[in-house]
């Protein structure tokens, strides 16, 4: 086995994942000088150009997008297995990275709390987006998602079932009349949400599918419940979001007997890091705050 297999293969994903010498000599805790020395070297090793330098950018070359993508699997995996090894026999210590979307955000802190009760050596790193996590690239732990997941590098939990509910508030349904089957929904007010392709998310019934006609269109979920509870439009969403308004009758349910199944919510790992005791831990206690929706 050639001693020198991994001699530059880490600064090079590190610089081709931030496009920057400079940034990715701060992730390393390096200079740039030396990041770029590593790389110069690794390439004169190859007999081939992997990044293309300006004065302003940096670029992946084609050799380098194809070479990128075989080494990050393989730094994942070695850091996969150190992280495995330092793990094993011992309880979830250090930093976990969360990522998860705006709308499960507070199922997410309540997990946390229970992580921080049970293990008061684990910090919890939480990202709240709705940007689609590189699990490996950045270093993200668990994500939390919704829907289907076709990533063969990643393990998929699945935390709970939803179902697809149409609400509206009180005073809204007062003002405005309830709908009685989906094409009702052509005379009324819809809080839409815009996915990030762009394009408006339809809704679902036993019926088919409706474009709603929008009053609203936003990209932020909470922000349309929000607009519902205001009374300002009927919107649709899964149902872990609105439990606690539906019980306390901030928001009606409306159309329940046109009900669909939404989309599953899993929690995501890559594959090398399944086994590892901070995984393990923020999945369980994912599991018991989604279980209790």
């Known amino acids: ?29 390096q200079t740039p000088a030396a990041l770029s020395k590593a790389v110069l070297t690794l390439e ?5 150009k992997l990044l293309t330098r300006t004065s302003r950018a940096v670029s992946l070359t084609g050799d380098g997008e194809r070479f990128l993508e075989r ?8 850091d996969g297995a150190r992280t495995d090894l330092r793990a ?35 910090t919890v790193r939480l990202s709240v987006t709705d940007r689609i996590a590189r699990l490996a690239a950045e270093g993200v732990d668990v994500a939390v998602r919704i829907g289907e997941v076709d990533d063969t590098s990643l393990v998929a939990h699945k935390l709970r079932d939803t179902r697809w509910v149409t609400v509206a ?7 405005r009349g309830t709908p009685s089957a989906p094409e009702d929904l052509a005379r009324h007010d819809c809080l839409v949400f815009v996915g ?10 036993t019926s088919g599918t409706v474009a709603p006609r929008a009053a609203l269109v936003g990209d932020h ?25 539906l019980r306390r009758g901030r928001l009606v349910e409306v159309l329940a007997d046109f009900g669909m199944p939404g989309p599953a919510l899993r929690a995501l790992c890559v594959r090398d ?20 929706v």
């Open 273 to 292: 890091r399944r086994k590892s005791a901070n995984v393990r831990a923020v999945v369980d206690a994912l599991a018991g705050a989604f279980a209790v």
């Open 221 to 245: 979920g909470p922000s349309l419940l929000d607009a519902a509870r205001a009374g300002l439009g009927l919107c649709q969403a899964f149902d872990p979001p609105v439990a606690e308004d």
């Open 169 to 175: 508030s009180p005073a809204y349904l007062a003002h």
């Open 71 to 78: 080494c990050r699997a393989a730094v994942a995996a070695v």
């Open 196 to 205: 990030p392709n762009g394009r408006t998310r339809a809704w679902s019934f």
């Open 1 to 29: 086995m050639n001693p020198d297999l991994f001699r530059g293969v880490v600064p090079f994903v590190a610089v081709a994942e931030e496009l920057s010498f400079r940034r990715a000599a701060a992730r390393l805790g």
């Open 44 to 48: 004169a090793e190859l007999g081939c």
């Open 88 to 122: 094993e026999g011992n309880a979830p210590h250090g930093e976990a990275s969360v990522s998860v979307p705006f709308l499960l955000s507070p199922w997410v802190l309540e997990a946390v709390e229970q992580l921080r009760h049970r293990h008061p050596r684990l």
